[in-house]
Each structure stands twice: as C-alpha cells, then as structure tokens.
C-alpha cells in the first residue's frame, strides 16, 4: 500500500499556518490534543488514543532464568509495532529505520529511566526471575507515536498485575487470581514523552505534532521527564538547530504537560480500579462512546435452539450410511501395502509380488546384455554395484523398472550379482517398478 | 433454495431511502422479471422499449431482481424506467468515466504526467491534453502540483486517463490549481452531497465571506479564502460536515458568523 | 484437439466430464486415487513412513528426543509435527522458510493430533517434571499433486506406528536417566484418525481426493477427519464455496468409509513388518 | 449455573455485542467487534495499487494479516488468516478490482472466548464500512459441546477450556450456508450437526445486529 | 526474540536418546567400525537411480545408495529471469530434519542454513560446466535436492542426482556429471576408501567429493579437505573416485533411457486414449 503523496499546496499552506501560529486542528502551538486512555478486560491492557493517533498496549509476565550478569533482578522487554493497519505504507515484519529509532527511544525512556524496580522481580536468585514485557501496537498513525505510546506502555504496566509467588525451599509455587491477589509492578515514578516539532530553521515550535505537520517539519526534539520534574530522556532528531533557550522553554512546557498527563492517567486508573472493586463493569466494551452513530450496542441475546436436535437428526437421516464396501488393501512387500486400482502415476507403483516372476524371467533373457555393460567395471573390483534398470525391453505389455537392491529375504532376486550383502538397505520405499494394466491394452 | 432466496427479497421501492446491506435481494415489480437477463445487450442494440430500469452502483442484476452488493441508502430516480442505486459512505475512491477529480502530480515521464488520484492505480495526464497546449507549449506543471481534471479512461482493465479540456477542446474551469489554498480529503458520500445541485452546506457556507472552491469526486477538496484563518474554518466545517447534521451544521455556522 | 481445449477452458473441460460423473483421470468422484504407504525406509528415523496418493507423495520422519517438560504440564510430553513443502514438490512453492500453506497445514495437523488424541502426551511423560519424550513429527511433501492434508496425516499416523522408543529408566540412586537402545517398544498409539479431503466444483459438486489441477479450478475445499469410532476429530473447511449442513454430511458419510479402508491398509503394512 | 439454566430452556445465549464503525482515521474503512470481552479491532486499505508480485490478473488481491496483542505472528496465525482470507473472498466480488490489492488487518485486543468468530465479525463490519462489493455478508458463531453434551453458544475462554470441543462456523447470509468450518477437540456426527443448525439460527441474530448497526450510522444522511 | 515464528516449536533443548546411553552407544560403534573394515576401499555401494519420477517437477531424479544415503532432485528451466547475460543455474540443497543419526537437524537454525548452502554452492559448482547455459540467455534453470537420509557420500549422490533431473527436464547438457565420495580412515596409513558410509564419514581423517563428465573425461568440481597428506596421495584418490565416477555412469544413463522411455510410451499410450474417446 503506498502513502498518499503530499501535495505543494498542503506543505506551503502548514507552513504558512505555522508562520501565523495557526493549526489545522484549531490548537494553539503549545496545545496537547485530548487524551483517551480506556482499558481492556485483562491487567495491563490499555488503549490511548491521542487525537486520531491511537496505541494498543499490554503488559504479560514470564518466569524465566535471570541474566548471568545480573542474577538478581527480572528482565523487562519492550517492543514496539507499526501494525500495517496504522497507515499504509507500514509493512508487517519489517523493521523500518522510524520503527528502530522509536524502539530505541522508547527503551530509554522505560528502561534507562529505572521506573520499574527489577530486583522485586526476582523469584529465585540466579533462577528464576519475572520477565516483564510489553507489546505496544500502532493502530492508526495521525503524529506523534513517540508520546502516545509512551503514555499507553506506562499506563499499562501501572495497570498490570504480575501472580503471587511463593517460595518453599526449591519449590515455587505461582498462585492464580483465586488464590491469591496478584500484585501490581513495583513502579518509582512516570516517565512521559514529550515531542516538539520544528519548522522554519527552528524559529517556529509546535507540541505533540499531526501527521501532516510531521511531513513539513525540519526537526523533532522528544523530552522524557516525570513529574518530579526529572528528565528522563532527550532526543533531537532532524534538523534542529536549537538555542539553549529553546531547551529550557521545551522543557518547561514538558513539565507542564507532564503533570496535566500523569494526572489524567492517574484518575483513569483510579476509575478502572473502583469500577473493578465495586464490581461494575469495566473493558473495553464499556469504554465505546455511545452517543456517537458509528457505534452499536446488543445486550445478550438469547438464540432459540430448541429443535436443533431434530433438525440435525433430520439431515443425517436423510444422508446414505456410510457404504459398506470398500478396497482392501494388498501388501507388496513387508512394509508396503496399497488400495485401491488403477490410475497410473509417474512415480511408478511399488512392486507386486505376483509379477516379480515375471520380472525375473525377463531379467534373465538381459542378463547377457546387462553383463556386457558390466564388464569393464567388474574387471577392476569387485564392484558391488547392481543395475538400476532393466534394459530396454519395450514389449508394450510389460515394462519394468528393477531395482537392485533386493533385500536380503529374498535372493533370488540378486541375480547375476554374486556379491550383494550386507549393504542391502532395510527397506525398499524406492524399490518399484512399474506396472500397467494389462487389461487395458 | 430458490424459495428461501425469494424470501428475504422484499420490493424495490418499499427501500428506497432505506438502508441495504450486501446480499438483499430487491425485486422489481413483474414486468420486469421476463426480459431481465440480456439487458444490457438489448440498451446498447437500442432496440430496448423505453422504460428500462438502470441498475446504479452498488446493484447487480440477480435473476428477476437486483442483489445488493455494498451497504448504504437505495435510491431511486423515477423517469424513464427509473434507476436505484446504493449511497454508500466510501473513504477510498474507484475511478469512474467522466468523473472530476483532483489529482497530485507524482512524476513526469515523456509525454505524460502521472496524477495520485486517490484509486489504485495512478492516472495518465497527456502534456497536450490542456487548453492551448501544444508540442512546444507545455503547460508548466511541476511534481505535487494539483490539478483537476476529467477521466475519459477509466475502467477495471485499462489505466485510468485524464484530460483538462472538454470535447471542445476548452479548459471549462479545468487545468493546474493554484499554489496557494489548502487541500484535503472527505469521504466520497459528502463529496457527492456537496456536489449536488442547490447543496445547503455549500450555500450557507457562501453566505460567511468569499472563498474558492474546488470538489474532487475522488473525495478531494481544495479550499482558498483571503486569510489562512478563514480558509481552515471552511476546512474544519466541511469536514465536520461528516458526521453532522443539518441542525448542528446550521448551529455550528450561527456561531461564526456571530464571531 | 482435448488437449488444447483443456489448456484454453480447463474449467469448461473438467465441466464436461463431472456431467458424465467421472473425471478425466477416469476416477468417479467419489474415488480416491491409489494410497500406497511404505513404512521404515528411513533408518535414521525413529519412525518413518512414504505415503502415495496417485502422484501426491508425502514422507513423515519422527525423531525422538528427551527433554524437560514445560513447567505448566509437569506430565506431559511433547509432539512437534511440522509440514514442508520445498520448492521441489511444485514450482509454486519457493525455497526458504515455510509459506502459509505450510504453515497452515501444520497447524491443521498439530490439531489433528489435540483434538484426536491419537498419542496421549501423558504418555510421553517418563518422570514427572523431568523428562519426557519430544517426538519431532516432520512431514516433507515430495511431489505435490493435491491433497496435502490426506496425505500428510496418513504418513503421520503410519510414522507414529512404526516409532519404535528405546527403554528409559531413572536410575533411583544417581537420579540420572538411562537409556537402553537395544529394548525398544513401539508408541501407544490411541486413536486414528484419518482424514478425507474433498474439492467443492462450481459452488455445488463435491469430488473426493482432488489432484492439483483440481484443486486449481475448484471453489473450495472440506477435510473431514474422523476416528475408529466414526467421531469427528476435525471439521476444516478453510472458507471458499458455501455449502448446506446436508452436503456437509455428505462428506462425513464418505470420509467414515474412507476411515475403514485406511486403518485396513495400515493394520496390514504394520502386520507385514511385525515379527511373527 | 446460569449456563444450566439457558441450557434447560433449550436457550442459548450470545454476550453482548458491540461495534464501531469508522473509529480509524488512516484506513479505508474500519471496525471494532467486541462479544463480551472479546474483542477485535479490523482496519482494511484497498482497492490499493498492488505490489506486482501479489497481482492478480483477473481479481483482487486479498491479503489478511491477524496480529496477536503479545509476541509476533506465529503458525497459529498463519493458519487462521487463511480461514478468514479464504471466507473473506469467497463473499468478495475480488472480479470488480482486478489487479489491485485489498489488505485486511485484524489486531487482537482482547481474547475472553470466541476469538475467531469474533475476528470474523469484525473483518466482515471492515468489508462492510470500507464499502467493498460483496455477493453476501457472513457472520462467526462459536459452540461448545460441554462435557455433558450440552451445546454453548459464544464461549468465554473457560468455556472454551472446559468444553470437550469448540466449534467456531461462518454463516452466509445468503440461505445461511457454511463458509467456514473449524473444530477443535472432537465430536459425534450428530453433535456437529447440532451445532451447525444452532450456529444458523444464532446467525440471523448477528446479521440483525449488522443491519441495526450499519442503519444506526445511516441515520444522519 | 529470534523464535521461529514459521514453525511449530518444541522446547528450547532437547537431546537425542543416544546421549544417555553412553556406553551402549559406544558398543555400537565399535560394531560399525569392526563391520567396516574388512570393507574393500574400491567396493562400490550398490547404487539405484531413477529419473522423472516427479509428476509437478519438469525433470526429476532419485539417487540411493547402498549405505543408505537417499536424495531426491527436481529440476525446473529454464524460466525468465529478470538479469541480463547467459542463462544461471539455482541449486539449492536442503537437508530433510530426520536426515541424519543422532539429534535431529533444526530447520532454520544458522548452522544448518550455513551447511545447506555450502553444499548447494558446491552442487552448482559441479553441475555449471556440464549444462549449455550459453543457450539459455536472460534465463533461470533451477534444480533442488533434498536430502531424505544421509548414509555418507551424500553431497555425491546429489550431484549425480541433480545431473539426471537436469537431463531429464530436458535441459541442454554437453554431459552428465558424476559424483564420488571419498574419504581416508583415521588409521595411520590406511588406503583411501570409495564411497564412504556415514560413520566412515564421521570418523575419517581426509574426505574427498568429486564430480566428473565422464563422457568428456573432465573434472568439473572437487571439494576435499582433512588432515593433510602428501599430493600423491591426493592424487591417488582423485584418480580413485574418477575410476569410481565412471564406473557409476552406465547406471545413470541407463536410468536416463528408461524414463525417456517411459515418458514415450505414456505418451502414446495417451494419444491412443485420445483417437479412441474421439
């Protein structure tokens, strides 16, 4: 699937809007779009949507033998997916340059940042510890993936719940829900993305850039921090040519921004959390807005199935039984048996015990001929080798294909070979001749 | 089956304005039935009596009646023998013959421009086939200029081709768009609306200040009014238009033109 | 004159000869092509076996190893089955890793072997939580002339039947395991299935065992796979030509008839081999 | 024991159902199917300008990719995007875009039971909105058998895993034939059979919900 | 993550059952070794070929030798190709996972592509010089080889193999070619073998494949390597496997006439049913 190309006029109008502080979308240039966070049915799955920007993330757990480097601490694992859904033009399975720099980015910014404690994941030291992983999937790419999936691989691992553990000796025992209440991620503190994208040389700044604005712009500058108004990350990347200033500007709008969205995620999990004690409902189902047209809702509905019974037993009625004639079948040789008659294959059909004598007796009349072939090799050793086929014999009726290795039951199969023995395979798959109908001609 | 089939048919008209799904079987009233098949062939020998119905995108001929094959509105056009066929709310765009619509220039190669126009394959634009152009007279068209034009190719087998310039040989409002303005694109449901005769949205909208105006059947539309400002609110409104309706719109410009 | 007719309309040319009820091969078309199976000609195998359908030719290899079982199935063993079709069974097939219809057919067998329990992987287990058995079941098409899945589950089955597992022991005092090759016992093999493939023609005909060429023109395909007890171990029909629940029946009055000639023929070759 | 009790009323029960259509911006036409807490999300490009490789000379090129929500594609993958590529076109009049390419991509969001109706679903609300000819539409219906022998219509996941089989159909809505069949455990013929019908009365109900839905979104124009 | 996500996987380890068995294991080796040496070093194995056994491959050939080794080979051309210049040959090789004694092989696992594709270079190797690739311009022939059981002089066999399909699919060839093993014990002086079987292979201290056009009496690959000797002995054997090569030739051109054979009188067979049904 390939993009569609951007148009002269679209870059010079986004640049021109930029110029007078202007936004397609009616923000102003330091303006976030609206946030959505809703959760799935299961722990640590969450979706963000980011304007039409949108991040499926969950959170899964292992247990698996630690790093030999560090023994004592869990492993995470991230990875983040441009599902070909997101945009077109995104191919599955290829790791992209934008996908490998987003990866990278995003590590940095979860794992560099030491958010989540590592060493309460370890079960067993040097044995067995939790691995932590994290699949986040771009489903629609409108701008700025670096900070939606971000906010969505925090939030669900905010959101996950690893099982209980216990540990006896060498015995591990992993509780399931029932059991015991399993435990959230030990988590010191949020790092979020932040993006600033540049345009004219660097004179013009935009927060949480779109798509579109993403195709005219000279550079992007990303600023991880937490709420703590600790940087976590910082990224430049494009053609930036930034002040010291600039810096200090960006990343005092970052804290602002930071703190708006470690405030929206928190209230989102608190609401998933009470809807969940209080035995509400909660997943994804609920969190589809209703008012709007695009979307449908059934309650459960029930399905009369009360005479399927019948109606099954009418169709087998009516079916023929099962014919109860059928070939049986004919062994060739110890290990190879065949049904069924008739149609000829290239492969040629494995032999038949009744014709062998025949295949002897015309073998015989060739022996001649054959050894002529022969001589000269067996002149010079014992050669052990036998013919592959029988010479040319084209009585149409009956042609056959012999084999040589015979195996050691039946010798007289050898034929002038004095010599095969113990090399004779153990079994004839390939032994085959072929066979025509005689009745046919 | 056959019976089961007749069934879920339900009559023509009793649907129009309604919505169909893909597989409902609409049936004609009897007159229709006997000389159902050959259709086509009999309208194009001309011998047809007058009278015969017109089976419109979205509709296929299925014995005695039609077989819906996409989900939207049926429609009808009384006249004649009248025609139906399906409004359906479609981002992606099918070339059709006659159409007009935006494309972007992608590439120049020898004779010809290649336009993005939104379908599946890009579209042919002969340097010649513009007002005035001739061997030496090359209209100046550079890669990702817009330009609306006509499709006179356009059909599953055959690379769709366009032209700026009606039979006559005249642009009629056709050719290279401006540099400036802004364009972007709908789904091709509101782009028809739009491109209906006496379209409220695009008679209320005339009513706030003065602006061009250009509508790509491809769901592309190209907007300029005097100041950026003024041309993204056309841009933002139309493109709210999608999911509004006629209440809200009217609200929604009330509030500007109060601004 | 036939010859270019059925390059120029080949699927006018098949429509001609299902009107008369027959194929051009000659078959009716509820008649399999001739199966042939050889059981044992790869020795370094545990277990192997060549089935034939007309020119279709699968091999199924089982090697068996040892290894720990997975923490969540303490008591269990495992069966790896995987399908191949390299690019010398057709020339649509190209090297490399497994394609989708490889890979599809795989999965269908590794269903086959769940839904079946045809081998129990308790069975496999030979000390809980420590070792058991992995039997890699690795079926590579040959020649590819329709009929993949038959084939392959049939020399699945005849593969597993001529496994022949060496005798393994925890030694009690060293708690290391032990292995005798010289005593061998074959695989407990519980149930067999056996599956029947049929191609749909023309959204209404159904022909058993289709070749290649009818799999090309066909609008679909079913594969029914059932066991001794005429149940049903499998239920595939990959989309295509829709089909009523009385054709579908059709098939399964066909592929329980089918089950009887196949286990005939496989008691019989496994007959032939065993040691009187 | 409110499963015993639909089951003595000789009733089956679907979960709630819930669509969205259009939810994505990029694709061409898209698709949120939720059964419960199942739930799938399907974004669909095309017809598109096909790679000359996957062209196909007389039909569209369809191309289905199922992502699951943790780790890579796998064979399990591989082999249910035949399922669904192969129902997907035998609906498909592919004929009307030869030579283009048509890719469906489904993305797992949630598996509580019934997944590969509910990816059927879902694909079919995708084809539905991105407006592509069809002949028909098809709905997905999972049964299981419990050990009992009772039937169970759209299973949670512990259904599923305590069923002695599962059996997932696709239904055409067109004389509510079998497009797609797909079994896991085993079972009687009649029991298959009984599922079947069932599966066929439960479909009237889904195409239903498919009408109501797709009308609903008509509702402004 | 590098899984497999083509395949179904097992667990992450597994070891063949001969591991747990030293000692049994090692009996048995001994028993090979003592039933391999009085084994004459010019014996050759049995041998069976046969060409156009496929029905979906243009030309096709199986090879199996007395040891056990069994190939099997399709050949395909020539087919457009997209490159300019004289016609190429593709040979790919692939090891079937139960080929080999011992644990099975991993498909898709680095060491085994690595091997595959030394040995589909070394087939090219010999099977270029033998096929007319001056008359297949801007085209492709391509031939495979899958290797279902390795009993020892494996890659041998798939070049003799390759060479019949090649023929077989009608390919223009100037000659067939031929493959011979050989390998040279671990024993201080021991002669050089012909056609060693698998745990001759494993064990020998030199080994030696060769390819010959027998027709125009000229090598066209050799592939060796092991503990060194002096070149005489080298020599040696190299005039050990062409004896070897030739003395396998008439089987292969026989097996070649049989299938031409064949392929005529089905071909006849089918006119026949043809003018009757008319």
């Known amino acids: 699937m390939k993009a569609t190309p951007l148009s002269n006029c679209e870059r010079r109008f986004l640049l021109r809007a930029i110029q007078e502080k202007k936004r397609l979308d009616g923000r102003q240039c330091y303006d976030y779009r609206n946030i959505r966070v809703s959760f799935g049915a299961d722990r640590g799955c969450c979706i963000v949507e980011l304007g039409r920007t949108r991040v499926l993330a969950q959170v899964s757990c292992e247990l698996v033998p630690p790093k030999p480097s560090r023994p004592t601490e869990g492993v995470l694992f991230f990875n983040l997916e441009l599902s070909p859904m997101a945009a077109p033009g995104l191919e599955p399975g290829r790791q992209s340059e934008l996908l490998v720099s987003l990866n990278r980015l995003l590590e940095r910014c979860l794992r560099d940042s030491k958010c989540i404690e590592t060493e309460s994941l370890c079960v067993v030291a040097g044995e067995k510890v939790w691995q932590i992983r994290l699949d986040m999937h771009l489903l629609n790419h409108d701008g700025n993936i670096t900070d939606a999936a971000s906010i969505a691989g925090i939030v669900a691992l905010c959101h996950f719940r690893r099982p209980d553990v216990s540990v006896q000796g060498e015995e591990v025992t992993v509780y399931t829900p029932e059991e015991r209440d399993p435990v959230p991620l030990s988590i010191h503190h949020m790092p979020i993305c932040v993006s600033f994208a540049f345009f004219h040389q660097g004179t013009y700044l935009l927060v949480d850039p779109t798509e579109r604005e993403e195709r005219v712009m000279d550079g992007l500058l990303v600023i991880a921090m937490n709420k703590h108004h600790e940087i976590c990350t910082i990224q430049s990347s494009g053609v930036v040519m930034l002040l010291p200033d600039q810096i200090l500007r960006c990343s005092k709008i970052t804290a602002v921004k930071v703190a708006e969205i470690t405030e929206l995620i928190q209230k989102a999990l608190e609401n998933d959390q009470k809807a969940r004690k209080e035995g509400g409902k909660f997943g994804f189902a609920e969190s589809i807005p209703n008012q709007r047209i695009t979307t449908f809702k059934m309650e459960s509905a029930a399905v009369d199935t009360n005479d399927v019974e019948e109606q099954a037993g009418e169709i087998i009625a009516k079916a023929d039984p099962p014919s109860e004639v059928f070939a049986s079948p004919v062994v060739h040789t110890p290990g190879t048996a065949q049904i069924g008659e008739g149609i000829e294959s290239s492969w040629g059909d494995l032999e038949e015990s009744e014709k062998e004598e025949a295949a002897e007796e015309e073998g015989e009349s060739e022996a001649a001929a054959f050894e002529c072939e022969k001589v000269e090799t067996e002149d010079t050793s014992t050669l052990k080798e036998t013919k592959s086929d029988e010479p040319i014999v084209l009585s149409d009726s009956e042609e056959e294909e012999v084999v040589i290795l015979e195996p050691q039951e039946l010798p007289r199969k050898t034929r002038t070979q004095t010599s095969i023995k113990q090399e004779n395979p153990s079994k004839k798959a390939f032994n085959k001749r072929r066979r025509k109908k005689r009745t046919s001609r | 089956m056959a019976a089961m089939a007749m069934e879920r048919g339900t009559a023509a008209e009793a649907l129009v304005g309604q919505v169909v799904l893909p597989g409902d079987l609409l049936l004609l009233p009897a007159h229709y039935d006997e000389d159902a098949e050959g259709e086509r062939l009999r309208l194009s020998a001309g011998t047809a009596p007058q009278g015969r119905l017109l089976c419109g995108p979205g509709l296929r001929r299925s014995g005695a009646g039609l077989l819906v094959t996409k989900c939207g509105l049926l429609r009808h056009r009384p006249g004649g023998g009248g025609a139906y066929w399906v409004d359906s709310q479609q981002k992606r765009y099918v070339p059709v013959k006659g159409d007009h619509v935006i494309g972007i220039v992608t590439a120049k190669a020898g004779d010809v421009f290649r336009l993005d126009v939104g379908g599946s394959e890009p579209a042919s634009l002969s340097y010649l086939a513009f007002e005035g152009a001739t061997k030496r007279n090359r209209p100046n068209v550079q890669v990702g200029d817009l330009i609306y034009g006509q499709f006179v190719v356009a059909n599953k087998d055959m690379e769709p081709e366009m032209v700026c310039i009606d039979s006559s040989g005249k642009s009629s409002g056709m050719g290279i768009i401006g540099q400036d303005g802004f364009l972007f694109k709908v789904s091709l449901g509101l782009i028809r609306k739009l491109l209906a005769p006496k379209c409220e949205i695009i008679q209320e909208l005339s009513q706030l200040y003065p602006f061009e105006l250009v509508l790509g059947m491809n769901g592309r539309i190209w907007v300029k009014a005097k100041t950026v400002q003024q041309t993204l609110i056309i841009v933002n409104i139309l493109e709210a238009c999608e999911y509004m309706t006629a209440e809200q719109r009217k609200q929604a410009l009330a509030k500007l033109s109060g601004n | ?276 | 024991m409110a499963v015993e009790m639909e089951v003595a009323d000789g009733q089956c029960r679907l979960r709630p159902f819930s669509c969205e259509l259009g939810l994505l911006s990029r694709p061409d036409g898209s698709a949120a199917f939720l059964q419960g807490d199942t739930s799938v999300l399907a974004g669909l490009y095309g017809p598109a300008e096909a790679k000359i490789s996957k062209e196909l000379p007389d039909r569209a090129a369809l191309e289905v990719l199922l992502r699951p929500k943790v780790g890579l594609p796998g064979v399990l993958e591989r082999s249910r995007e035949q399922l669904l590529r192969q129902t997907c076109e035998a609906v498909l009049l592919g004929v009307l875009h030869p030579r283009t390419a048509i890719s469906l991509v489904l993305q797992v969001l949630s598996d509580a039971g019934s997944l590969l109706s509910c990816c059927l679903n879902a694909a079919c609300m995708a084809l539905l909105d991105a407006g592509l000819p069809l002949a028909a539409l098809f709905c997905g219906v999972t049964y299981a058998l419990q050990p009992d022998g009772a039937i169970l219509l759209d299973p949670t996941a512990r259904q599923e895993q305590e069923a002695r089989a599962v059996l997932t159909f696709a239904i055409a809505s067109s004389d509510r034939k079998v497009l797609m069949a797909t079994t896991k455990g085993s079972c009687s013929v009649e029991e298959m059979q009984q599922c079947l019908a069932a599966a066929q009365r439960a479909a009237s109900t889904i195409f239903q919900f498919y009408r109501d839905s797709v009308r609903r979104r008509y509702s402004k124009n | 993550m590098p899984l497999d996500h083509r395949r179904l996987c097992g667990p992450e380890e597994s070891q063949p059952p001969a591991l747990w068995a030293a000692a049994a294991a090692e009996d048995e080796e001994d028993e090979e070794g003592a039933g391999a040496a009085p084994r004459d070093p010019c014996a050759l194995r049995p041998l069976f070929a046969r060409a156009g056994l496929l029905s979906q491959a243009q030309g096709s050939a199986y090879v199996e030798l007395g040891s056990g080794t069994k190939v099997l080979c399709a050949a395909w051309g020539p087919r457009e190709a997209a490159e300019p210049g004289p016609g190429r040959l593709i040979c790919e090789f692939r090891r079937a996972p139960f080929a080999g004694r011992g644990a099975r092989g991993r498909p898709g696992a680095a060491a085994e592509r690595e091997a595959e594709r030394e040995a589909a270079a070394a087939l090219r190797e010999a099977l270029e010089p033998a096929v007319r690739l001056g008359r297949y311009p801007r085209a492709r022939l391509a031939v495979s080889a899958l290797l279902l059981q390795d009993g020892g002089s494996a890659l041998a066999a798939a070049i003799s193999a390759a060479a019949l399909a090649l023929a077989d699919a009608g390919v223009e060839m100037y000659d067939l070619a031929v493959g011979c093993a050989l390998c040279r014990p671990p024993a201080p002086a021991a002669s050089w073998m012909l056609q060693p079987a698998e745990p001759e292979e494993r064990r020998a201290a030199a080994r030696l494949t060769l390819a010959l056009l027998p027709a125009l009496n000229q090598v066209s690959a050799v592939l060796g390597g092991g503990r060194g000797g002096p070149p005489e002995d080298w020599a040696q054997a190299l005039r050990l496997g062409l004896d070897g090569c030739h003395r396998q030739y008439p089987v292969l051109r026989q097996s070649l006439l049989r299938a031409a054979q064949r392929r005529d009188a089905a071909a006849a067979t089918a006119a026949a049913a043809a003018a009757t049904s008319a």
């Open chain 3, 1 to 276: 004159m036939a010859a270019a007719f059925k390059t120029v309309e080949p699927l006018e040319y098949y429509r001609r000869f299902l009107k008369e009820n027959c194929r051009p091969d000659g078959r009716e078309l509820g008649e399999f092509r001739t199966t042939t199976v050889n059981i044992g000609s790869i020795t370094t195998a545990d277990g192997s076996a060549l089935v034939k359908l007309g020119n279709t030719t699968v091999i199924c290899g089982v090697k068996a190893e040892l290894a720990p079982p997975a923490v969540d199935s303490a008591n269990k063993g495992y069966i790896v089955p995987n399908v191949e079709l390299p690019s010398l069974c057709a020339e649509r097939f190209r090297s490399g890793p497994p394609g989708e219809e490889a890979q599809a057919a795989s999965q269908f067998i590794a269903d086959v072997i769940e839904n079946s329990q045809m081998i129990v992987k308790e069975d496999l287990c030979i000390a809980n939580g420590k070792l058991a058995w992995v039997l890699y079941c690795d079926i590579i098409c040959l020649d590819y002339d329709g009929n993949l899945l038959d084939a392959s589950v049939f020399a699945l089955l005849a593969a597993l039947k001529n496994v022949q597992l060496p005798l393994v022991t925890i030694n009690e005092e060293t708690g290391l395991s032990e292995v005798n090759l010289k005593q061998k016992n074959p695989l407990i093999i519980r149930k067999h299935p056996v599956a029947t493939s049929f191609a749909i023609f023309d959204d209404t005909l159904l022909i058993v065992d289709p070749t290649a060429e009818e799999e090309d023109l066909a609008t679909g395909t079913v594969t029914i796979v059932t066991d001794e007890e005429g149940r049903l171990c499998s239920v595939h029909k990959p989309g295509g030509s829709p089909l009523t629940g009385a054709k579908l029946q059709d098939c399964i009055t066909r592929a329980i008839t089918r089950h009887k000639e196949v286990k005939k023929l496989i008691d019989k070759v496994i007959k032939s081999i065993t040691p009187k």
